[in-house]
Structure formats: C-alpha cells, structure tokens
C-alpha cells in the first residue's frame, strides 16, 4: 500500500493554525444577529408554581422571549421520553431550562434573565445514584410510567430508569469451584469532557418555517431529529450545517442549547446566537456517568477465574437521555477482556438531580476497568502471582463468547497487545526504588459500526471529491482521503473530502464510539471501488481493451506490460460526460457492523511523595491493537490523547456538588492534566488486519482512555503499599490512606458506600 499505512499530516491542518476554520462561535450572517440567553432553574429539584416573564418582554432591546408556553408540548428521548425542552411544572437539575431570551446584545439579555420571576416549591434532591435509589426516596419523575420508551428499557421502578440483569453460565456453582473469593467496592465520579469550545450554536428560521441550525456537533443527524421532534416539525423543514468542532469527545451530540435559538428565531423572525459560558457548560452539558460498581471474583489458586459477579449503579442524570448507550457498554464491559465462564451482571440506571450524562470517550469503560483491573491486581498480589502472567492466563482469545458481545470474537489480540507494552516497559528487568512503582492494565472495547453511506466522484482533472458527513474530530477526513487515494491509486493531495451538511450528505453515523472511521471508511472504500471500477469501463471502451487488463496506477489508467497505452484519469473524467453510463459518481451504503474487539495495555511508573501523597508520573507505556493504522501519525496522536485524558480522570478531575449544583465549574477549580503534568506517552501499535473495517482498521479512539486510571492505581499500591478504591487518586486520598496504615496496617481505602442488592 502506498497511501495506507503513511503518517501523514492532516488535511485540514492548515486553516486551523492559520485561523481560517470556523467554530461554533464564529459564524456570522448577513444582517442582524441577535443574542440568546438562557434561565436555568437554580434548584436541583422543585416544582414551578408560576413563571411571569413580563417585565423581560418589555425591556428595551428585548426582541423574543420564550417558555414552555412557545413550543408544543412534546416529550422526546432517545430512549425514554422523559424530556421537555422548558420545564412546564418541575425542574430537576440545576440549569434546567425554564426561558431564553434573545436581545441586541448580551448586556441586555443578562439583565431580562433577571427579570423573569419563577416562584419555585423546592422538593428533595439526589446527586448520587445510591442515595436515589435508597427505599422511599422521593420520586424524580412521578410519572414514569406514562413516558413512552423503546422495548428495550427493562425493569423501570421508582428511581430507576432502567435496570437489566446479564447471566453466562451459572455463578453459584463458580463461586463453590473457586478456592478464593474477592469482593471489592468501587467508585468513579462525574467527569467532565472539558473540550475547548463550550456549546455554541446560531439559529435561523425563513418565511417557510425552515430552521436552519449551525453547531458544531458529533452527530448532525442526530440533532436534525431532535430538534424535528421538539417542534413537530418534517425532517425537510430542519437543516443542521455543522462547524468545525473544537473538541467533543462524546460531550456534544444531544440537542443542549440548538432547540432554545430555534425557538428564540421563531419567535423574533430573526438569526439568533447562543454560546455558552464555561460554567454553563460544566453544569448542564453531557460529563462522563458517575457509577458505584461492587466486584465480586472467584479465582483457582493459580488464577485462573471461574466466577464474577458484577453490580453497577449509574446515575444518568435528570433524564434518561443516552443513559443507555452507557449501560449497554457496560454491559459489554463489565467482565473485562477475560475467559470466565460463569457471569452474572446487575445492571442499574438511576434517575439523579444532575446533568444528563452522556457517552464520554469510551462511555463506561474507564469506570470499569478500574474496578475490574484493579482488582486483578489484588488478586494477582494475593496468590503471589506476577501480574502479567495472571492476565495472560485469562485473556480471551479468539472465538470466545463474552458476556453481551453478540456472538464469538474476532480478530482478538489480547495476549500480543499485553506482551508488547510489557516487553515495552521492561515489566521483567525493572529495579525497585523507594517510593517509585510499576502498574499495568488491559483496556477493553468493542468496536461496533453504524448503518452509514458515502459518496465519491471523479472530476474531470482526475481528482476525486467525497461527499460525507462525518464530523472530522480526529484526522478522520484524512484518514477518508488516504482511503480514496489508495483505491484510486492517487496522492492525498488529489483527494478532497467535503463535510457536508444534513440536506445534502448521505446519511452517516455519529462521530463517536470509534465506529466513525469504521463506518464512514467502509462506506467510502466501497464508493471508491465502485467509482474505480466506472473508471475501468469508460478506459477500456476507449482504448479497447478489456477490463481485466487495466491498471489504475499514478493518476492513469493504462493496459498491463503497455503503460504507454493508456489515458490519464482527466481524461477518463472528461469522456465519462459523453459516455454512454454517464458521469463516474458513487454513493455506497453500510449497515450495523458486528462488535469487535480493540485491546489495550498499559503500564506505567510513578513516584509518591509519602509527605504529601502527591503522585509524580514517570514514564508511560501504551500499546494498542489497531487492525491497520491508515495513518499512523493520528493514531498514535488518538493514544497519546487519550493516556493524557485518562491520567486526569485518575489523578485530579472530580465533579464536586454542593446542594445540586456543582461548585467547580471552571478550569481554576476542575483540575486537568496540562502539558506540565503530563510525562512523554511512548505508543507501540498492535497491527493485524481485521475481519471488517476498511483495509482491516480497527476504531481507536476509545480504547486508550480505559485502562489508565487502574494502572495508575495499581502503580501508587505498588509504590507506598495504598490502595485507592474511589477515584480520583488526589493526592489528600493517598496521604490519607498511608497515615492509617502507619496507624493500623491497612492497605485498603474503601470506596465510599456498598450497592444495593440486586433486584
């Protein structure tokens, strides 16, 4: 391959350093564009006894005010719908959305904000998943069972909003095999994206009613239909154009502030622009599920596992929203890339006085491998056996049937992937320093793919245009481009991929879940075999020969053993518009693809200041199965990324709430990992081809976030003998944890509260 398998710059990367691209925040119209703001409720749970918004509409400057009142009384959700877009008569998080405003400018629509009187009955509250599903809790939603929800939404019953039970095998019977039982319990708090570019979005409605929406957005589809939804509007009547996205990592795909500028345009018949402050966005945007997991693992004296039992609780937030596609995750996830015969998984998604939670970057991955690698650990440390080893022992292999996985696994590479980033890091050879530790984890994920479409043409000076609508998060337009070039047998550079918008791409997933690239690219590859293939027809009529002895090649299309006997590939763009079939156009379509596994391993070196229980990362190591990198140079950046994001969830990031609002919403106070803190991630690539995916490419995005936080953890037990059970590892928890073990010998700090029994 010529193009595959290059790391190559990507496309895009000029007009971003130049300024060039524009961002949410940056579009302008011709005309006028006024600014919306939006009244959160400041409570967390209460009812509305009265909305009076008078003396806002009267304001000077003032040109639209809306409530409930404005938009047809519509519930909608993906899942369950359980949703208004203006609270009618109950809020439930605090910055539910009670009015907006849209004014001349953002002093006059902050000061009508203070001008809309809501007289509010405060009710009880829950910011945990736990405490919303203790006995007599009060109800988030009374009327839960009126919401319309798909099928799939089992086991629906006073705070829960779903709740499903996964068995393999019969784990009591594991459970008496096993020669050793280990129970833990564990928790991993909201975490938030913490993109660039909080949500923004500018809104327009014509004299037909057509709204047209610009956002940068993961999913434009997805929002097209919401906003369709909330409005009782045909799809046709909504277009969503996306922007360049600064940042996403799962945080913007539900409709959040789009359907509030909608209504503000409607109503004032003019553009109207929203963006959202930092704060806004920390406390109302879609962060990372908080869960509470217990572990429950019975193991053979030489390690092998035969029995798990696994309780998680989810709070989802106010409503639903995708709290599903996170519990459908961890149901997938929950026994980790093991061999266990005997699974028994309780699943619950509560109802909790919070924002949504959405599908961050590998959604409920993080959360489980901690608890599941974590434990590993213990167990390892317990028989007295190398960590490494353990897990070779279990890994799954190919063929086997996991828990939820949809049938036997494919194109596994467990064992290799784990050898590498040990063999890596010198896992046999290191020596032991005071106070310096080692930790290792295996991340899992299953890639899956989404019903998708693409279209490629050939112009007339030979180069290709492919018409998608993917959102380039990542470097996947130039993973798209060396797709095409490769087929086509041209250079990127003749390659132009073009992001359009809902009225005009075909179809495609959203840009999340690592399922963009295997999607979208599949779909691609396919448009360009077909475009190639029209190509070799127009060529052989030309020079009459037959197909079979064509070679596309360097921007030609010539007969094999005679390269001078040929036309170049403008030329066969030109003849295709007098050709009998006509212009070379292709748009191919891909269906749901089956899960497959992406394995990662990690390991990493810290140091712990026993003073003050500050940790100090030292050298990471990440290896990652990747079927075929098409570009090397992002997929290495993807990893690098997500070791970073992950060492934040580990060490620092934490949602803190305070009577249901949270107390840290600005990057003063929510603390990231930064270039300071960050040691040099070394990436070694896993490649072997996949069964599906174009060229064999596997999804990467996800899987290198996952098993930070464990190997972290594992890394600071193996340094001062302390093990963490809540994350995130600050350094207050670890000096904590090794002062009562100078104190009492314990090594273990508990996670903050047990589960619930399973239903």
Same mark, same amino acid.
């Given at each position: 391959?010529?193009?595959?398998?290059?790391?190559?710059?990507?496309?895009?990367?000029?007009?971003?350093?130049?300024?060039?691209?524009?961002?949410?925040?940056?579009?302008?119209?011709?005309?006028?564009?006024?600014?919306?703001?939006?009244?959160?409720?400041?409570?967390?749970?209460?009812?509305?006894?009265?909305?009076?918004?008078?003396?806002?509409?009267?304001?000077?400057?003032?040109?639209?005010?809306?409530?409930?009142?404005?938009?047809?009384?519509?519930?909608?959700?993906?899942?369950?719908?359980?949703?208004?877009?203006?609270?009618?008569?109950?809020?439930?998080?605090?910055?539910?959305?009670?009015?907006?405003?849209?004014?001349?400018?953002?002093?006059?629509?902050?000061?009508?904000?203070?001008?809309?009187?809501?007289?509010?009955?405060?009710?009880?509250?829950?910011?945990?998943?736990?405490?919303?599903?203790?006995?007599?809790?009060?109800?988030?939603?009374?009327?839960?069972?009126?919401?319309?929800?798909?099928?799939?939404?089992?086991?629906?019953?006073?705070?829960?909003?779903?709740?499903?039970?996964?068995?393999?095998?019969?784990?009591?019977?594991?459970?008496?095999?096993?020669?050793?039982?280990?129970?833990?319990?564990?928790?991993?708090?909201?975490?938030?994206?913490?993109?660039?570019?909080?949500?923004?979005?500018?809104?327009?409605?014509?004299?037909?009613?057509?709204?047209?929406?610009?956002?940068?957005?993961?999913?434009?589809?997805?929002?097209?239909?919401?906003?369709?939804?909330?409005?009782?509007?045909?799809?046709?009547?909504?277009?969503?154009?996306?922007?360049?996205?600064?940042?996403?990592?799962?945080?913007?795909?539900?409709?959040?502030?789009?359907?509030?500028?909608?209504?503000?345009?409607?109503?004032?018949?003019?553009?109207?622009?929203?963006?959202?402050?930092?704060?806004?966005?920390?406390?109302?945007?879609?962060?990372?599920?908080?869960?509470?997991?217990?572990?429950?693992?019975?193991?053979?004296?030489?390690?092998?596992?035969?029995?798990?039992?696994?309780?998680?609780?989810?709070?989802?937030?106010?409503?639903?929203?995708?709290?599903?596609?996170?519990?459908?995750?961890?149901?997938?996830?929950?026994?980790?890339?093991?061999?266990?015969?005997?699974?028994?998984?309780?699943?619950?998604?509560?109802?909790?006085?919070?924002?949504?939670?959405?599908?961050?970057?590998?959604?409920?991955?993080?959360?489980?491998?901690?608890?599941?690698?974590?434990?590993?650990?213990?167990?390892?440390?317990?028989?007295?056996?190398?960590?490494?080893?353990?897990?070779?022992?279990?890994?799954?292999?190919?063929?086997?049937?996991?828990?939820?996985?949809?049938?036997?696994?494919?194109?596994?590479?467990?064992?290799?992937?784990?050898?590498?980033?040990?063999?890596?890091?010198?896992?046999?050879?290191?020596?032991?320093?005071?106070?310096?530790?080692?930790?290792?984890?295996?991340?899992?994920?299953?890639?899956?793919?989404?019903?998708?479409?693409?279209?490629?043409?050939?112009?007339?000076?030979?180069?290709?245009?492919?018409?998608?609508?993917?959102?380039?998060?990542?470097?996947?337009?130039?993973?798209?481009?060396?797709?095409?070039?490769?087929?086509?047998?041209?250079?990127?550079?003749?390659?132009?991929?073009?992001?359009?918008?809902?009225?005009?791409?075909?179809?495609?997933?959203?840009?999340?879940?690592?399922?963009?690239?295997?999607?979208?690219?599949?779909?691609?590859?396919?448009?360009?075999?077909?475009?190639?293939?029209?190509?070799?027809?127009?060529?052989?009529?030309?020079?009459?020969?037959?197909?079979?002895?064509?070679?596309?090649?360097?921007?030609?299309?010539?007969?094999?053993?005679?390269?001078?006997?040929?036309?170049?590939?403008?030329?066969?763009?030109?003849?295709?518009?007098?050709?009998?079939?006509?212009?070379?156009?292709?748009?191919?379509?891909?269906? @749901? /693809?089956?899960?497959?596994? $992406?394995?990662?391993?990690? =390991?990493?070196? !810290? &140091?712990?200041?026993? #003073?003050? %229980?500050?940790?100090?990362?030292?050298?990471?190591?990440?290896?990652?199965?990747?079927?075929?990198?098409?570009?090397?140079?992002?997929?290495?950046?993807?990893?690098?990324?997500?070791?970073?994001?992950?060492?934040?969830?580990?060490?620092?990031?934490?949602?803190?709430?305070?009577?249901?609002?949270?107390?840290?919403?600005?990057?003063?106070?929510?603390? @990231? /990992?930064?270039?300071?803190? $960050?040691?040099?991630?070394? =990436?070694?690539? !896993? &490649?072997?081809?996949? #069964?599906? %995916?174009?060229?064999?490419?596997?999804?990467?995005?996800?899987?290198?976030?996952?098993?930070?936080?464990?190997?972290?953890?594992?890394?600071?037990?193996?340094?001062?003998?302390?093990?963490?059970?809540?994350?995130?590892?600050?350094?207050?928890?670890?000096?904590?944890?090794?002062?009562?073990?100078?104190?009492?010998?314990?090594?273990?700090?508990?996670?903050?509260?047990?589960?619930?029994?399973?239903?």
């Amino acid at each position: 391959m010529k193009v595959v398998g290059q790391g190559l710059p990507r496309v895009e990367i000029l007009e971003k350093v130049t300024g060039e691209s524009v961002f949410g925040a940056d579009v302008r119209l011709a005309g006028p564009i006024l600014i919306g703001k939006i009244l959160g409720s400041p409570h967390a749970h209460a009812r509305i006894k009265s909305i009076d918004a008078r003396k806002a509409e009267r304001l000077p400057g003032v040109k639209a005010v809306v409530t409930a009142q404005d938009l047809p009384p519509v519930k909608y959700g993906r899942f369950v719908r359980d949703e208004e877009y203006f609270a009618r008569k109950k809020v439930r998080l605090v910055g539910d959305k009670i009015a907006a405003v849209a004014a001349i400018d953002e002093e006059t629509a902050e000061e009508a904000l203070k001008l809309i009187k809501v007289e509010y009955e405060v009710l009880p509250h829950f910011t945990d998943g736990l405490e919303a599903l203790r006995e007599g809790a009060a109800l988030i939603h009374e009327e839960y069972d009126q919401y319309q929800a798909l099928s799939m939404v089992e086991g629906r019953k006073g705070n829960i909003c779903y709740y499903k039970q996964t068995i393999q095998g019969d784990t009591n019977r594991g459970f008496q095999e096993a020669e050793r039982i280990f129970e833990h319990s564990f928790y991993a708090p909201m975490v938030h994206q913490t993109y660039i570019e909080p949500h923004a979005v500018l809104a327009r409605v014509d004299a037909s009613g057509k709204a047209t929406v610009w956002v940068p957005t993961q999913a434009q589809f997805f929002i097209r239909a919401s906003i369709a939804e909330i409005f009782q509007l045909p799809l046709i009547k909504v277009r969503v154009i996306p922007t360049e996205i600064g940042g996403g990592f799962g945080g913007k795909m539900l409709p959040t502030i789009e359907p509030a500028a909608v209504a503000l345009a409607r109503k004032s018949g003019m553009a109207v622009q929203i963006v959202m402050s930092r704060a806004e966005d920390f406390q109302v945007a879609n962060p990372r599920t908080p869960c509470h997991l217990r572990y429950k693992t019975g193991v053979k004296l030489d390690g092998t596992i035969v029995a798990r039992e696994v309780e998680l609780v989810f709070g989802t937030g106010a409503y639903c929203g995708n709290g599903l596609v996170i519990c459908q995750r961890a149901e997938m996830l929950a026994s980790g890339p093991y061999r266990i015969p005997n699974v028994k998984i309780d699943l619950f998604c509560a109802y909790t006085n919070h924002a949504n939670c959405g599908p961050y970057r590998a959604p409920a991955g993080p959360q489980i491998s901690f608890a599941s690698e974590s434990q590993i650990d213990i167990i390892a440390r317990e028989l007295n056996l190398d960590p490494v080893e353990m897990r070779l022992k279990n890994a799954v292999e190919e063929g086997d049937v996991t828990p939820a996985c949809g049938g036997p696994l494919k194109s596994v590479h467990a064992k290799e992937t784990l050898l590498k980033a040990a063999e890596a890091a010198g896992w046999k050879e290191r020596r032991r320093e005071k106070n310096r530790g080692r930790g290792i984890a295996l991340g899992y994920w299953l890639v899956g793919g989404m019903a998708s479409s693409a279209g490629v043409k050939l112009n007339e000076d030979g180069t290709a245009t492919v018409m998608t609508g993917v959102i380039d998060l990542s470097g996947t337009v130039t993973s798209l481009g060396q797709i095409v070039a490769e087929v086509l047998g041209v250079e990127l550079d003749d390659v132009h991929v073009r992001t359009a918008d809902s009225d005009f791409a075909p179809h495609s997933t959203i840009s999340a879940g690592s399922q963009a690239l295997r999607s979208m690219g599949s779909a691609t590859k396919w448009a360009a075999e077909e475009v190639k293939k029209q190509i070799m027809e127009v060529a052989a009529d030309k020079l009459e020969a037959e197909v079979s002895d064509l070679v596309v090649e360097g921007k030609r299309v010539y007969v094999k053993g005679s390269p001078e006997r040929g036309l170049s590939l403008g030329q066969v763009g030109q003849l295709s518009l007098t050709h009998k079939r006509g212009p070379i156009v292709s748009i191919q379509s891909v269906s @749901i /693809f089956p899960n497959q596994p $992406a394995i990662s391993a990690h =390991v990493t070196d !810290v &140091e712990v200041n026993p #003073e003050t %229980g500050a940790v100090k990362v030292l050298r990471y190591v990440a290896a990652q199965d990747v079927g075929t990198a098409i570009n090397p140079l992002s997929v290495m950046g993807q990893v690098q990324g997500a070791v970073i994001q992950g060492l934040g969830q580990a060490l620092t990031e934490e949602c803190i709430f305070q009577n249901g609002r949270m107390i840290n919403p600005t990057f003063l106070d929510y603390k @990231i /990992f930064s270039s300071l803190d $960050a040691p040099r991630v070394e =990436v070694h690539l !896993v &490649e072997h081809a996949a #069964e599906d %995916g174009p060229f064999g490419a596997k999804g990467i995005g996800e899987p290198s976030i996952i098993p930070v936080p464990a190997a972290v953890a594992n890394a600071v037990y193996d340094a001062v003998g302390v093990r963490i059970l809540d994350l995130p590892l600050t350094a207050e928890k670890i000096l904590m944890a090794i002062q009562e073990k100078n104190q009492s010998g314990l090594s273990q700090r508990a996670a903050s509260s047990d589960l619930i029994k399973p239903l």
